[in-house]
């Protein structure tokens, strides 16, 4: 039967009643329309046994992957996918049907509480990962649930708060990764933010939910609600919103029911919602599996190689790192290693199949002695004698590691300091006095403050939340059985305060104004040449690499990147090589660089690699809000090449064609305008010629610049002006025509 054959034997309240939610993770079974499971995402599979989602720390065991702010540091598009791909397994082997994730938002800030649960601080990786993660989820029959649309980049007051933001940052920055996945990888559903953006709730936002989203970008999915985001049903189905999670709400579907009635919602309007909820439940039947299964530990062994590959190596003097794995004792110092901080707190905590600490990792690869000291209580309760014994510790051991990292990180609050706990960073200090041969390995949901207590610390390691397998592969890259290769995907500032966000985060009385606009993250620090503590897109290797002359041409209207990369050690390791773009001379606002594109590749010891990024037409684009359309701006694009947003080794300069950027001349335009546009120049002479006087007077460069900033239409109100409203309607004529 067709979607509008079902839908005519379904009543205006069985069409409420699907757009309503069942229970707290399924869609409703109407009319013999089977329900479906919708669950948390995005790390792994969140199945709570009872339906009221109330045992909010309760759930079935699933590999709890690394979350989001690790595999964004692996840079690393294809073990993204294999990642989405296994939580696709792990989802049909459970019957769920949609897979909350994945999370687009930008770290605007570093203080946001679920940067944990996002990429990057850049669009660009943000999108390409994402496409990766979602083509391979749904790969495997399971929906993905593309969230929060949008600007949902913090928790203080996330269910009210209204996102300021300009047109041109909100389409370039922060729904440019909405559109990349969107039109790349086709998620099944789409998740609104709880926040409001520009004043209006995400949830009833047409503008964002109809025009930009399916008009623009083409997206034929469904629209889901984030959990009790809708303030009003009526309005959010007007808007675009399909299903209201989660259910029931028969208050809501009365209030539908009624509006359709008494006319105040279009019929239509309910219907559309309705047949996409059963376009959706079409495509979970057609993907389920009632006989699937997953390999438990293939799955934990995917979740060690991906936490490996997330790994950033921040610091490696005298080359400390990596360790023998015979012969050197190690000190294990930390509570950390032994009780492993792996996921952060809120609605993607997954209960894991399996926990691996560091500590028992390192002892395995090792067949050194490993002695351990606690060195801090997680409670903070110490009365000095962890730490004094920890110090002892380390002072025996010919190498220590010490595992530090943030108290807590959650959905739902904000951090309000980039401080790792002092007495943490007092156990370093005194560690390293006593053992100068030790190791620093972090354990935190977003950037902390390594300044300047870093400088002392011969090598420090960033390992994030890197999963259930996170002490495995921390374990590996101490011993250099990978050789690490992340890269940052948010600046590490030296001072919250040196921050492009930092003034206007987390705003008042009900809106945060994203003040710096294009600005975000690297882009800020790089525009005000400020310096940092580890930029954008840095990491060390345990070998190096070198970069010969990079070359470019235009490729289908986009621009294909190429550079020699040797691996000039005697270690195989990988790369992530970056291209960032810039247009000198530019006609608009821009940053100093925007990353346009990379590629992660493995380059054994002693070899060449012939590396390729290509840079599509849509990541040349910037949004012209005069236009109201995305446009190439014609003429020299620059293309700088490197191993971080401040290690560019070479650069590379293409002309690309641009688009027709012309904007057409109004009353409002001012004379500057008009004479800047040829067409508006030769129109304007010939009318000041026919009015009797010259474009003369405004050769003079000060009369120019006087009246240059004149709109058209007010010329009229100087005394004696022939150009009244007519004159100047008929000019605009003669120059649109
Ligand atoms: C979160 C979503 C999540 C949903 C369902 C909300 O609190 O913002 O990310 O998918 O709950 O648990």
Same mark, same amino acid.
């Given at each position: 039967m067709s979607t509008d054959d079902r839908l005519s034997h379904l009543s205006a309240a069985e069409k409420a009643a699907l757009t309503g939610g069942g229970d707290f993770w399924h869609t409703a079974a109407v009319a013999g329309v089977p329900a479906i499971t919708l669950t948390d995402g995005p790390h792994g599979v969140r199945l709570q046994?009872?339906?009221?989602? %109330?045992? /909010? /720390?309760?759930?079935?065991? %699933?590999?709890?992957f690394p979350p989001a702010v690790a595999l964004g540091s692996t840079w690393d598009p294809e073990l993204v996918h294999r990642v989405g791909a296994a939580l696709g397994e792990e989802a049909r082997a459970m019957g769920v049907s949609v897979l909350l994730g994945p999370g687009v938002n930008l770290k605007r800030t570093p203080l946001g509480g679920r940067n944990f649960e996002y990429y990057a601080e850049d669009p660009l990786l943000t999108g390409v990962l994402a496409v990766e993660w979602v083509r391979g989820l749904q790969d495997r029959g399971v929906g993905a649930s593309l969230k929060h649309f949008a600007v949902n980049s913090q928790e203080t007051d996330r269910m009210r708060v209204s996102a300021d933001v300009?047109?041109?940052? /909100?389409?370039? +920055?922060?729904?440019?990764?909405?559109?990349? +996945? +969107?039109?790349?990888?086709r998620p099944w559903t789409v998740m609104c933010a709880y926040n409001k953006v520009n004043g209006v709730h995400a949830s009833e936002h047409r503008w964002l939910l109809t025009e930009v989203l399916r008009d623009e970008w083409g997206f034929d999915g469904l629209v889901v609600s984030d959990w009790g985001a809708v303030v009003d049903r009526v309005a959010a189905v007007r808007a675009g919103l399909d299903l209201t999670m989660p259910g029931p709400d028969t208050a809501g579907d009365e209030a539908l029911v009624r509006a359709v009635e008494d006319g105040a919602l279009d019929p239509a309007a309910l219907d559309t919602a309705a047949a996409r909820v059963l376009a959706l439940v079409d495509r979970a039947v057609a993907g389920a599996d009632p006989g699937a299964t997953y390999d438990v530990d293939a799955h934990h062994a995917l979740a060690r190689e991906a936490a490996s590959r997330a790994v950033v190596l921040l610091r490696n003097e005298g080359g400390l790192l990596p360790l023998p794995r015979e012969g050197a004792s190690v000190a294990v110092i930390g509570e950390h290693a032994r009780t492993p901080r792996y996921q952060g707190g809120g609605s993607s905590r997954v209960t894991p199949t399996r926990l691996d600490?560091?500590?028992?990792?390192?002892?395995? /690869?090792?067949t050194a002695p490993v002695a351990f000291a606690a060195g801090y209580a997680l409670d903070g309760d110490d009365d000095g004698s962890l730490a004094a014994e920890a110090v002892e510790t380390a002072r025996a051991a010919d190498v220590a590691v010490v595992f530090i990292g943030t108290a807590e990180e959650t959905e739902g609050r904000d951090r309000d300091s980039l401080d790792l706990p002092p007495a943490r960073v007092a156990l370093v200090e005194r560690v390293v006095a006593a053992n100068p041969r030790t190791v620093v390995v972090l354990s935190n949901?977003?950037?902390?403050?390594? %300044?300047?207590?870093?400088?002392? +610390?011969?090598?420090l390691v960033e390992a994030w939340l890197l999963g259930q397998a996170g002490g495995g592969a921390v374990a590996d890259v101490l011993f250099g059985v990978v050789n690490p290769s992340g890269r940052l995907a948010e600046t590490i500032p030296? %001072?919250?305060?040196?921050h492009p966000s930092h003034l206007d985060f987390p705003g008042e009385a009900g809106h945060v104004r994203y003040g710096e606009g294009l600005h975000i993250g690297h882009r800020g620090f790089d525009a005000r040449g400020q310096e940092v503590a580890y930029p954008f897109g840095f990491g060390l290797s345990y070998t190096t690499f070198s970069y010969g002359a990079a070359t470019a041409s235009e490729v289908d209207g986009g621009v294909e990147v190429r550079v020699p990369v040797t691996n000039d050690g005697d270690r195989d390791g990988r790369e992530v090589v970056q291209v960032y773009g810039s247009v000198p001379g530019s006609a608009v606002r821009r940053v100093p660089r925007e990353l346009k594109g990379f590629a992660c590749v493995e380059i054994p010891a002693g070899r060449t690699a012939e590396v390729v990024v290509r840079v599509p037409r849509a990541d040349l684009e910037h949004w012209d809000p005069r236009l109201g359309r995305w446009v190439v701006e014609g003429g020299e694009h620059v293309f700088e090449v490197g191993a971080s947003s401040r290690d560019l080794r070479t650069a590379v300069a293409v002309v690309v064609e641009g688009d027709d950027t012309r904007v057409p001349l109004t009353a409002d335009s001012t004379l500057g305008e008009w004479r800047a546009d040829p067409r508006g120049a030769e129109v304007l002479e010939r009318a000041f010629a026919e009015s009797g006087g010259g474009l003369g007077v405004l050769a003079d460069s000060q009369v120019s610049a006087f009246l240059g900033s004149l709109p058209l239409s007010r010329l009229g109100a100087f005394p004696g002006s022939p150009f009244d409203a007519g004159v100047v309607a008929e000019l605009v004529a003669r120059v649109e025509s």
């Open positions: 046994r009872t339906g009221d989602g %109330a045992g /909010l /720390l309760d759930s079935e065991p %699933a590999t709890c300009d047109e041109r940052t /909100l389409h370039e +920055v922060y729904l440019r990764a909405f559109r990349r +996945v +969107v039109r790349e990888a600490d560091a500590l028992a990792e390192i002892t395995a /690869l090792t949901g977003a950037v902390v403050r390594t %300044a300047p207590w870093d400088r002392a +610390v011969p090598a030296l %001072a919250l305060a040196d």
